[in-house]
């Protein structure tokens, strides 16, 4: 346990306690009744010492024995930020707990939107699901209000009265359109405590927004977690007795701990760092900030410029949160993380070692983790921890067992690569990862969205933050970091800083024009008085409360809100332009676009109610004393043996607490204080403020790294392989996050339809992010077609140029897929020293049906227009004028060349971002090095694959039906001394007359793909795991197609079969369901396509998963509230399809099926496959259900459909969907009615 006391000068009634309990360390700031402020930091988790670490910092601070009563009337006010919930959360240890649900979707929150977490896991692992039991309920309204089906009390009572007899004491009710027409809802709830269940979330109480799936889970949460919430609140109440009790909520502001709920405490502890580092940095001059919170868990992470940022849309360990939230990004890098070497390559984290065992260092037989490397290196003093460790918590830490481990390390280093390092070289290297990870996550939250870091502070606090700060703000380009006096334990100070709060939201879905904004009014006037009500409950009187309104703006179409904020009425220019105008200015500012021509809807409207806490200047910790000093150096206090930048020195130590304002501490150096420690890097120094803020300033230029290294060159060094694998990664999903915020297509943008990837100078795939997995690799022979074609053109390849490919017979997969690649030339290079790419799903791109994508093309031209080797870019200038030519071009042009030039231009955004990082990073590392790595990265790929293929020797034929009539044939051959492997698709059917050909490059996607997932760990994803493979692919094949082949059944169909062909061959596991059940439907007014999921196959280890989607895709789904919404169809059911996978020791996962009913007059066209053929099982288990679709014309008649097929069908009808469930392994070991 830590001390310290500060004299703050100012008398107040009683005691404050200022509390957060992290995962790792509870801190705690208390001021006392003469104004002086005190902070306290212990253990969390210290069951042999204290049961509520809280309450223990309570009764120390009071210096109260362990067991004494606390006296209440000793304390104003307790103030908390807590990980109760999250905790609960992430380990699953929530209230048991009913969901009430429309008949038809009780599988609606487990299926989600259809995508898995993990591209490449054999066995998918999906977020378990918080609710115990489901109880349905014919009970339904539609989009506008019209009831469907009347709700029956007695239905309802007998649905949720078996979980009440089996000890469920929690309800969560989430109807579809229960957010806009809640009455069904009231209804369920008044029976709910009728059967005298304890916690009732209601979904539009909890949160009144659009989209069932978001809502339902968020409302699921809020009944899972109050529970815990309620016990863990009582239990602190009793322990205080009548003591004012706040807590910190995600949104930012404090409120009553009555009525603190479960959806709101899953940011408890991180909102109230940055309220803190907010008011901190605003009180010492910076009013643009990047927040750094390091602890021993995790880093948070989060961007302010004038307005704390929220979200409103967020998932949260596998749950989707519907909630007002900080804008927080947490990486898994913190104090704690675990440091290992793994498959030649430094690996930090994601695992941690927490508070139990904790780090090395910590006496309880924990791993070797990132403050031990800090020990090892002697950045972190023992004798300047706190004495909390051992047996009887009055130790020190373990330097001995620290340097122990990473001795051994070091031999087992050298055994397995031949790379010898000292250990403190080991302890440097994983320093340098955990800060790379670190400064990507800031990344995301600033640069991704258009923040330029130049003009912000790295505003540091958090246990660990200061031992990185200068290292962290180095990677970013930054210049200033700034650290309170209280860093260490600046989330339990910004709780006393925080103000109290109350927010209210209402979705709308309305379109922004004058007529609809006194409806807009009226209801923020009453969301107004409902958020002040509860403030003024709070004993918050009038003159301390604002209120704010903003609204949610987005464009017609688009899923992607931004919060503006209202202007009311009586202002003197037109209303609703003037919020278009700033909405359009915002969405310039993030996307780099605007619409003027699109309809804005006010998709929800939020009103908010602060009641202002204290000012910070009331809360500032004592200024050092003594007058201004002129910029010397201070005497430290001692002098410690350290490495810095790879050299080991005698590093001054100085402690805060004696440091004068103007005092200047030049790096290297340590600065010590009561519950952090900040290293001040080489060339950086440290200055202290008269605020008492230490601000570190870069004082010399960042030294550059060498090139000269010709060994590291040759052979890479184990941490920077990690430090560039993940380095190109990061690049990739950049140019990623750029497309999906510049684009236009829905494709692109809501279904993420889409993929970015870097390559090296000659074409080679060097990091693809893991976005469309049927783009693997494919967009390799893109890029190298187009460096063939221009090596032998009259025009070359040009600074400035970029160039658009679809063509199926160079690298691409079918005419929607357009491709843009980009040539990157370094100063000097006659040549493009690397290439980057993006290719998106383009919503048309001609051909015969709107969509491009016919049931019955014949030749490719009916699908769309081609794109070969076309100049998209010459020399910066974008050839508009020739894009709409060849978009217009052929007997079927595309149908909206405005929005493909758009999404042209988002792709070409994207590529610029990555030219842009690939040039800082050959800034920061030299154009030798970053080649040289790419190489290195690569070869790593290989290696890894080369691993696999070493267990032993394999050959296998296999063959697997389509449909269509067609095979595919391939022949796995493993030389386990070679490590090799030979792929041969010979026998595969001739190329079809239909539109089932796959591309070549869609082939070598889905090999690339299947040896990928047979390596367990994460492995770098390029085309080095196809280097120890040998591919044949027959020319003229279905599999390799000539021209004018139809394909596009090729890119979505085709390749699935192609990945369980595989897998056959090799016996690994069973087929997933085959297919990617492609649906359009559309008439003059409407068009709308998806893609649905099944089962995936089981392998020898484990069961299948039920409807999710597998293998060649991983697209989202639309909501089924937003499917209404849009679209003029009736969702009636949507479920898993029980009893399709196959049977085995190992069951396959189940299909799904969907019921859609139409309300006009529509073309439906299904592409699909496994209709005939099922999936098979592998190991003696049983195939998996073949699909069916089928409709029900309103005269009750039934029309069956084939796998591709189309129809048209009238309002009234309903196509039924039933996918595919994936294959079961090994004999069954039971009949099948005991299979489930």
Request: proline share 5%; net charge negative; charged share 25%.
């Amino acid at each position: 346990m830590l001390l310290s006391s500060i004299d703050m000068g100012e008398a107040d009634r009683g005691w404050e306690f200022w509390i957060d309990r992290g995962g790792t360390f509870t801190d705690v700031v208390a001021r006392d009744p003469e104004g002086r402020l005190h902070t306290h930091k212990l253990l969390s988790e210290n069951r042999e010492q204290y049961e509520d670490a809280a309450i223990e910092a309570i009764r120390v601070l009071l210096g109260l024995g362990p067991e004494a009563a606390i006296d209440a009337d000793q304390i104003a006010a307790v103030k908390m930020g807590t990980t109760v919930a999250t905790n609960a959360l992430l380990e699953r240890k929530g209230a048991r707990t009913l969901l009430v649900i429309n008949a038809g979707f009780g599988d609606a929150l487990r299926i989600g939107y259809q995508h898995r977490p993990r591209l490449f896991d054999r066995h998918i692992v999906l977020p378990t699901m918080l609710y115990e039991q489901v109880a349905e309920v014919e009970a339904r309204v539609d989009a506008h209000g019209q009831v469907l089906a009347a709700l029956d009390p007695e239905q309802v009572r007998a649905a949720l009265t078996p979980a009440r007899a089996a000890g469920i004491e929690a309800v969560a009710i989430a109807l579809i359109h229960g957010w806009r027409y809640p009455d069904q809802e009231r209804a369920i709830a008044s029976i709910a405590r009728e059967l005298g269940f304890s916690q009732i979330s209601v979904s539009h109480e909890v949160s009144p927004l659009a989209k069932l799936v978001g809502r339902g889970d968020t409302t699921v949460v809020d009944a899972y977690l109050s529970p815990i919430l309620r016990r863990y609140v009582e239990r602190v109440a009793t322990e205080l007795g009548e003591v004012r009790l706040q807590f910190m909520q995600s949104s930012g502001g404090l409120t009553d701990a009555k009525l603190f709920q479960g959806k709101d405490a899953i940011l408890s502890g991180p909102a109230g760092g940055i309220v803190g580092a907010v008011a901190t940095s605003a009180q010492a001059g910076f009013a643009k900030i990047v927040g750094f919170d390091m602890g021993g868990t995790s880093t948070d992470v989060a961007h302010y410029s004038g307005s704390l940022e929220r979200s409103f849309e967020a998932e949260v360990a596998g749950v989707r949160v519907r909630a007002p939230m900080l804008e927080v990004y947490t990486v898994a890098a913190g104090g704690g993380s675990i440091c290992r070497v793994e498959h030649g390559r430094f690996r930090v984290g994601p695992e941690s070692a927490g508070a139990d065992p904790g780090p090395a260092c910590y006496r309880r037989g924990g791993p070797l983790t990132v403050t031990d490397c800090n020990v090892m290196l002697g950045r972190l003093q023992p004798e300047l921890f706190p004495r909390v460790f051992g047996p009887n918590a009055n130790d020190s830490v373990d330097l001995a067992r620290v340097r122990a481990l990473f001795g051994e390390l070091a031999e087992a280093l050298s055994e397995a690569t031949g790379v010898r390092r000292e250990p403190v070289e080991i302890a440097e290297g994983f320093i340098e990862i955990a800060v790379a990870n670190m400064a990507d996550a800031i990344k995301k939250i600033s640069t991704e969205r258009g923040h330029d870091l130049d003009d912000h502070a790295l505003c540091c606090f958090g246990g660990a933050g200061g031992q990185h700060a200068c290292l962290v703000a180095d990677a970013l380009g930054m210049r200033t970091v700034v650290i309170h006096p209280f860093a260490g334990v600046l989330s339990a100070y910004g709780m006393g800083l925080a103000d109290v709060r109350a927010l209210r939201e209402r979705s709308l879905g309305v379109e922004l024009r004058a007529t609809e904004l006194a409806a807009a009014d009226a209801s923020l006037d009453e969301l107004c008085r409902s958020a002040t009500h509860e403030l003024r409950e709070q004993a918050i009187d009038d003159a301390r409360i604002t209120e704010l309104r903003r609204a949610h703006l987005r464009y017609a179409g688009s899923d992607r809100p931004l919060t503006i904020d209202w202007v009311d009425a009586g202002a003197e220019l037109d209303r609703a332009q003037q919020m278009r105008v700033a909405f359009e200015a915002e969405h310039r500012e993030r996307y780099g676009f605007d619409l003027p021509g699109d309809a804005v809807v006010i998709d929800a409207l939020l009103a908010e109610a602060i009641g202002a806490g204290r000012r910070v200047d009331e809360h500032l910790p004592p200024r050092p004393s003594g007058p201004l000093s002129s910029e010397r150096a201070p005497t430290p206090a001692t002098e410690v043996e350290a490495r810095f930048a790879a050299e080991t020195c005698a590093a001054p130590v100085y402690h805060r607490s004696a440091l004068r304002p103007g005092e200047r501490v030049d790096g290297p150096a340590i600065i010590a204080e009561a519950t952090a420690t900040t290293i001040v890097e080489p060339g950086w120094s440290a200055r202290v403020r008269e605020t008492g803020d230490l601000v570190l300033t870069r004082a010399l230029t960042r030294r550059q790294r060498s090139s000269s290294a010709s060994a590291e060159l040759a052979r890479p060094d184990p941490v920077r392989l990690e430090l560039f694998n993940n380095l190109y990664g990061s690049i990739a999903e950049q140019m990623g996050a750029t497309l999906r915020n510049t684009a236009h297509s829905v494709n692109i943008k809501e279904r993420l339809d889409f993929s970015c990837a870097v390559f090296d100078g000659s074409g080679q795939l060097v990091a693809n992010a893991p976005h469309m997995p049927v783009h693997l690799g494919s967009m390799g022979a893109s890029v190298r077609a187009v460096i063939a074609s221009r090596a032998t053109a009259a025009r070359g390849i040009r600074p400035g140029d970029s160039f658009a490919v679809n063509a199926p017979y160079n690298g691409g997969t079918h005419l929607p897929d357009v491709t843009v690649i980009t040539p990157v030339f370094m100063d000097g290079e006659a040549a493009p020293a690397f290439y980057v790419a993006s290719r998106g799903h383009h919503a048309d791109i001609g051909g015969k049906t709107p969509g491009s994508m016919p049931a019955d093309s014949r030749h490719v031209d009916e699908e769309g227009v081609l794109f070969d080797d076309f100049l998209l870019v010459d020399e910066g200038r974008l050839r508009r004028d020739a894009v709409r030519e060849q978009l217009a071009a052929g007997p079927w042009p595309a149908r909206d060349p405005d929005q493909n030039l758009a999404d042209l231009e988002a792709q070409l955004a994207a590529n610029h971002k990555g030219v842009n990082e690939l040039r800082r990073t050959v800034e920061r590392w030299t154009l030798p090095v970053v080649r040289a790595y790419m190489g290195h990265v690569r070869d790593n790929a290989a290696n890894s694959v080369r691993e696999l293929l070493a267990r032993g020797e394999h050959a296998r034929r296999f063959e697997y039906a389509m449909d269509d009539g067609s095979v595919i044939v391939v022949r796995v051959d493993i030389d386990p001394d070679t490590r090799s492997c030979r792929v041969d698709f010979t026998g595969t059917s001739e190329q079809r007359p239909n539109n089932f050909n796959a591309p070549y490059a869609v082939c070598q996607a889905a090999v690339l793909y299947v040896f990928r997932t047979l390596v367990d760990a994460e492995i770098p994803m390029n085309e080095g795991c196809l280097d120890p493979i040998e591919l044949i692919v027959p020319e003229g094949c279905m599999l390799r197609p000539r021209y004018p082949a139809a394909v596009v059944a090729g890119n979505v169909e085709t390749s699935q079969v192609v990945v369980d062909a595989l897998y056959g061959a090799l016996g690994v596991m069973a087929a997933a369901q085959g297919t990617m059940n492609n649906l359009t439907f559309g008439n003059a007014r409407h068009q709308y396509y998806e893609t649905v999921c099944g089962g995936s196959g089981a392998g020898p280890d484990f069961d299948g998963t039920d409807a999710v989607h597998t293998h060649m895709t991983n697209s989202r789904l639309t909501d089924p509230e937003i499917l209404e919404q849009r679209y003029p169809v009736v969702l009636e059911s949507f479920e898993i399809r029980r009893g399709s996978g196959g049977r085995g020791a190992q069951r396959g996962g189940d299909g799904v099926r969907r019921r859609l009913r139409f309300r006009e007059d529509m073309e439906l066209v299904i592409l699909a496959n496994r209709r005939r053929i099922p999936p098979y099982g592998m190991a003696g288990g049983e195939p998996g259900a073949v699909g069916r679709n089928w409709i029900e014309r309103a005269d009750g008649s039934v029309v069956e459909l084939g796998s591709t097929d189309s129809a048209r069908v009238q309002a009234g009808d309903c196509f039924v969907l039933e996918t595919p469930g994936g294959g079961g392994w090994g004999p069954p070991k039971l009949p099948s009615f005991e299979q489930r």
